[in-house]
């Protein structure tokens, strides 16, 4: 490990200590007491076999307990169990969630999400700690800390991959019909729903590419091989409305990112409004430089939406064949 990735990471794990376990740090020191137990539960349901999110969230706790002198248990979670009890039960110390499965919980405090979906969740008398993690995890992000971790992992473990979810046989059939590289698709699949066939979303958004029930039934769509050709033939119809609008093959997948991500309308009145400030609307970095001067519409999920796709498909392309 590098002397700067070392750096951030251990500025990383001691505020973590600090989040989850303030009297740790101190106990630590007593002579003659063995080390201190942090009880950690990485609750990740509907994550694929090959385990990414939870070995990563893992190499960091551990590399946390290393530092601070610590032992850490990670509980098997149980698909029965309710682990946020045991998190006000303070019979946990730490539960690891998606984000979409953290919200709206009374009783606990979230922290920003670990590369847009992965959340640290702690009882909400944590606030102050809870407010300098996420200090952490905004300056991790900005400096390419993260994602760094990420790719180191990726290599370790790259050799014993062979799949990237268990639908890889349909995402590579789509994914040829529509001219794409199938680790592009599954990156974004993996955005839309963690490869969580059963997913659900506020607007309405279900399954594995997030298709709206208007038009479809509930049970349609909950069926992979229909919801992946849908949301395909969209991808290809966002393609060709945005080939004139972007300036290279790059530009154009992201306008298509982001239009299917925040709808067309939305992307199309990013573009006007660069043309009125007589920005070049071709590129997309301009239309992000933009997005504060367009009404309703603030763009920071469709921004982090486009960059987080992106830099996924190049860690997929580092491991797995195309």
Not at 17 to 33: I, Q, S
Not at 218 to 246: C, M, Q, R, W
Not at 254 to 264: D, H, P, T, V
Not at 281 to 299: H, L, Q
Request: some cysteine; hydrophobic content about 40%; proline content about 4%.
């Amino acid at each position: 490990m590098n002397s700067t990735l070392r750096k951030y990471l251990i500025v990383a794990l001691t505020t973590l200590a600090a989040a989850v376990c303030l009297p740790l740090t101190t106990r630590r020191t007593e002579v003659g007491h063995p080390p201190v137990r942090l009880r950690c539960v990485i609750d990740l349901k509907g994550e694929p076999v090959r385990g990414l999110t939870v070995g990563m969230n893992k190499i960091i706790l551990r590399e946390f307990a290393d530092d601070h002198g610590l032992d850490v248990e990670f509980i098997t979670p149980a698909d029965s169990a309710n682990y946020l009890d045991s998190l006000r039960e303070e019979t946990v110390d730490l539960l690891v969630m998606f984000r979409a499965d953290s919200l709206h919980r009374d009783g606990f405090l979230s922290t920003l999400p670990y590369r847009d979906s992965t959340v640290w969740v702690v009882r909400d008398d944590r606030g102050d700690a809870v407010r300098r993690l996420n200090a952490w995890i905004s300056a991790m992000e900005s400096s390419g800390g993260l994602r760094k971790i990420g790719r180191t992992y990726l290599r370790r473990v790259g050799s014993s991959l062979t799949s990237i979810s268990p639908y890889d046989d349909l995402v590579k059939k789509n994914a040829g019909e529509m001219g794409w590289d199938w680790r592009l698709l599954s990156a974004m699949i993996y955005h839309e729903s963690k490869f969580i066939n059963e997913s659900y979303s506020d607007r309405g958004a279900v399954g594995l590419m997030q298709i709206h029930s208007e038009l479809y039934s509930v049970d349609t769509l909950l069926d992979p091989a229909v919801n992946i050709s849908i949301g395909t033939k969209y991808l290809t119809y966002l393609s060709e409305f945005f080939a004139e609008h972007g300036a290279d093959s790059l530009e154009r997948l992201k306008f298509a990112l982001a239009a299917y991500n925040a709808g067309e309308g939305n992307i199309l009145k990013c573009i006007r409004t660069a043309e009125e400030l007589d920005v070049d609307p071709t590129r997309w970095d301009n239309i992000v430089g933009i997005m504060p001067e367009v009404p309703g519409f603030s763009g920071k999920q469709t921004i982090a939406y486009v960059r987080e796709v992106l830099a996924t498909y190049e860690e997929y392309s580092e491991v797995y064949p195309r």
